[in-house]
């Protein structure tokens, strides 16, 4: 075997986890368009970017805080809270701007509350964000009297509205600018290395003179700060704030997080991974709602597929991890 050729293997092998989803992504197109001639039609190319754009913004923090070794479950509930704070604002003050502004201020500074209690506090961060789960959707319950705030404001339509190509707008633009904006950190900065290395030896990492609590600080503030940016961009797709909007998005982005190749236990994970994983989440939700099942058999199915996939993909790992010490010892 050449050089060149062993070079390949390598890196093809390296990469199996992503390969891997996206195989199954391009099993699942396949399924669905035998059911479905149109899933690949622009139309609905453009709902899946439109009605998962929220996620995606959400999955770029939750990749960090996975990476680290740690677990954010309060996501989901800090957007709807934060889109009825929104929602509230707006209807007593008309100000659409201060509903914006309050939108990513609130969301950030209950991120920063919560991480001061991880890092500092050196509390379970699984507790904490569970905690903030539970009562930040209980008090978005409480200032909306469970009903749903229409937002009828230009601002938040042109938001949304498409102003190229039928799908272009500028929650689009906010996906990429957010996305790109996290690749940088993570590939890019001391602040990427800084993460991984917390999540693989938090203890070694602060014996090298790294601020590790700063830097568990900055993690799940940054997380919070881009749900409060997926809350303003879910609120304007749905033009209401409802205590429903955001309902598992946490769930969904570290499914998508992990399903793609990072590692839940931390220190190891890339942005290619986490898009991978986003990619199949988004083709398997879509492709479910367009089939016209109950409600219960997609959430069945849902939940099948998802365990399959993470199944397959536990196989591939010990099968690369395999073909790699092959690979190490043919040379």
Not at 204 to 220: D, S
Request: hydrophobic residues 55%; contains cysteine.
């Amino acid at each position: 075997m050449s050089k060149n050729t062993r070079a390949f293997l390598k890196t093809m092998v390296k990469h199996m986890d992503v390969l891997t989803i996206l195989l199954l992504s391009l099993a699942l197109t396949a399924c669905f368009l035998t059911w479905n001639r149109g899933f690949l039609s622009i139309g609905n190319i453009s709902n899946i970017i439109q009605q998962n754009a929220a996620l995606i913004i959400v999955s770029v923090g939750m990749t960090f805080v996975v990476i680290s070794g740690n677990i954010d479950l309060s996501s989901g509930s800090l957007i709807v809270l934060t889109a009825c704070l929104t929602g509230v604002i707006y209807r007593e003050t008309g100000s659409v701007w201060l509903g914006i502004a309050a939108c990513a201020g609130v969301a950030t500074m209950i991120a920063a509350v919560n991480a001061a209690l991880i890092a500092y506090g050196k509390i379970n961060a699984v507790i904490i964000t569970l905690a903030c789960m539970i009562w930040a959707r209980g008090l978005a319950l409480g200032i909306t009297g469970s009903k749903s705030i229409p937002v009828a404001s230009a601002v938040l339509q042109t938001i949304y509205r498409p102003f190229a190509a039928g799908f272009f707008n500028i929650s689009l633009i906010l996906v990429v600018l957010c996305v790109a904006f996290g690749w940088f950190l993570l590939t890019r900065t001391k602040f990427g290395r800084y993460t991984k290395a917390i999540g693989e030896n938090e203890h070694a990492t602060e014996l090298t003179g790294v601020h590790t609590r700063f830097i568990k600080f900055c993690i799940f503030t940054l997380a919070g700060f881009l749900t409060g940016i997926a809350s303003l961009v879910d609120l304007s797709r749905l033009g209401s704030a409802v205590a429903m909007i955001g309902y598992n998005m946490e769930m969904n982005a570290i499914v998508a997080v992990v399903i793609g190749g990072n590692k839940l236990s931390g220190g190891e994970g890339s942005f290619a991974k986490m898009l991978s994983g986003l990619l199949f989440m988004c083709l398997l939700t879509n492709g479910l709602a367009t089939l016209g099942l109950m409600d219960s058999q997609i959430y069945l199915l849902k939940g099948a597929i998802i365990l399959a996939a993470l199944a397959i993909q536990r196989g591939a790992s010990l099968l690369r991890l395999r073909w790699l010490r092959a690979l190490n010892a043919a040379e």
